[in-house]
């Protein structure tokens, strides 16, 4: 298999290659150049693949379809650590629990840092370390984040050889749990860096030092955002395991079609389940559901795609999702307007950076792609997710967080008789203990190793809004 930019005016590379990397040279998003594709009997074969043998061998059989450049034998010895009991806290790693009328969540926020990043995450650690040993080559993480994502890649780098990882934070701007997460980390690869400023200016930092490109190179300089390629394959595997459940709890056979709602950001983990169905996962339709920064919402409504200003895009109580643009959006446009890589790097690369927006309301392909690809969206508030959480508490005893809720509060919109619907469960309610307080005045359950997190010792830089502060410190933690 080998992999395209979207742009397409990047030469094609094998998985390995892009294993690193995050963009691709003219600034377009890696994409197999083609889908394998399963037919009914291949996938009753990977059904009896995960119920005989777990969730890590269906990661070992969806992941060879994408990878061969890694030897098999490497390539599951690497699922099989990654994917643990241990790890994810249960043998199923992604179990579903029913709701109501074949309305179900997929838990995938048991991993180390209890938001669906580490389904991803902690193969990527895995990954990078064995490619990093096997090129005899090391790697300088740098990062920006406000929560989920830094603490998910901390977790997943922390001792891993040839790896260190600089994270950066806006000063106090993240939950007293997600800094507890992160800053109570003492591993000797891990550094964290609080920035004296907002989210925008992390981003701003990590942008600079990436362009240049000097210090870039002699610095080994690297990134797992969630446009990496890998991070995104590694998602697909919980669309197919969470449909198996479903199908084998209604004793169904693998030609009934499931549904998918997944509160959505920067498109990553929906991109995942249209990989999936593009494979022929008999999905039917996927639901991105979007809060109060519903800039994906107004597209698949309305065919615009407007990105938002910093200005305009609101802090709310489902922060994980409060983005101004949907950085792995151009992956599904360029799939919806048939590959053409013209017309893609047009939209994103002129449109986007001259007027703020594109167009294509006119365009057959748009009207065409609920039908073709199943797309559907929604949106919810603060008022909404508070109410979804109390219903959910109420009637199903369970506790939900807040990104969560915004996807039950949609998926309830689109439910239809005879299909399963699947929510993806995004994080755990205990990240986001204040709002679930507000909604249900009481604290939310804490798993029994983050007891106390908040008192431990934190190892914290704090640092101005400077590129240079941030360069002379990677400098410094490298001369040994
Ligand atoms: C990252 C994140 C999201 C958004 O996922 P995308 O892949 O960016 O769409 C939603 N909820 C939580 C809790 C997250 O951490």
């Known amino acids: 298999m080998r992999y395209i930019s ?52 269906l990661a070992f059989e969806l992941l060879s379809l994408f990878v061969d450049d890694i030897p098999a034998s490497d390539l599951k010895e690497i699922c099989v650590k990654t994917y643990r009991a241990e790890v994810f806290g249960s043998e199923l790693i992604a179990p579903i629990r029913h709701l109501e009328n074949g309305l179900y969540i997929q838990a995938l926020s048991n991993g180390p840092t209890l938001a669906f990043k580490d389904m991803a995450m902690q193969l990527l650690g895995n990954l990078f370390e064995y490619q990093l040993a096997r090129t005899g080559r090391r790697l300088n993480i740098l990062g920006a984040t406000s929560g989920d994502t830094g603490s998910a890649a901390e977790y997943a780098m922390r001792g891993k050889k040839g790896v260190r990882v600089f994270m950066t934070s806006p000063e106090g701007r993240m939950s007293a749990f997600q800094q507890a997460q992160m800053f109570s980390l003492t591993d ?40 990496n390629w890998a991070r995104l394959l590694a998602q697909v595997v919980y669309y197919f395991a969470g449909y198996f459940q479903v199908i084998a709890q209604n004793k169904m056979n693998c030609e009934q079609r499931v549904s998918f709602t997944v509160p959505s950001g920067n498109f990553g983990n929906i991109c995942a389940g249209h990989v999936a169905k593009m494979m022929g996962l008999p999905i039917d339709q996927l639901v991105v559901a979007t809060n109060e920064n519903d800039v994906l919402d107004e597209f698949f409504k309305t065919g615009v795609y407007k990105v938002r200003t910093s200005a305009n895009t609101h802090e709310t ?147 101005p809004s400077d590129v240079n502060v941030v360069k002379h410190f990677i400098e410094e933690q490298c001369k040994d």
């Open 317 to 463: 109580t489902s922060p994980s999702m409060d983005i101004s643009k949907a950085s792995n959006f151009e992956r599904f446009v360029f799939d919806m307007l048939h590959r053409d890589s013209e017309l893609t790097y047009s939209l994103f690369a002129n449109q986007i950076p001259s007027q703020g927006y594109f167009d294509l309301s006119k365009n057959p392909l748009f009207k065409d792609a609920h039908q073709k690809f199943g797309f559907l969206s929604g949106k919810s508030t603060h008022k909404d997710r508070i109410a979804t959480i109390k219903e959910v508490y109420k009637n199903y005893q369970q506790m939900i967080d807040p990104h969560t809720a915004d996807g039950v509060k949609v998926a309830k919109e689109f439910a239809l008789a005879g299909t399963p619907m699947v929510v993806l469960e995004t994080a755990l309610p205990i990240k986001f203990a204040s709002t679930i307080v507000e909604a249900l005045g009481v604290e939310p359950t804490r798993p029994a190793k983050f007891e106390g997190i908040e008192d431990l010792p934190k190892k914290v830089k704090n640092m």
């Open 188 to 227: 000797e690869n891990i550094f964290n860096i609080a920035i004296h400023g907002v989210f925008d200016d992390c981003q701003d930092i990590v942008k600079a030092v990436s362009s240049d490109l000097a210090f870039k190179s002699k610095y080994s300089i690297g990134t797992v955002n969630s446009i």
């Open 6 to 57: 979207t742009r397409s005016k990047t030469e094609s590379r094998q998985f390995c290659e892009i294993l690193l990397e995050g963009l691709a040279p003219d600034g377009g998003l890696y994409l197999p150049e083609h889908y394998p594709q399963l037919n009914l009997a291949e996938l009753n074969r990977l059904k009896d693949v995960f119920e005989q043998d777990g969730y890590a061998h």
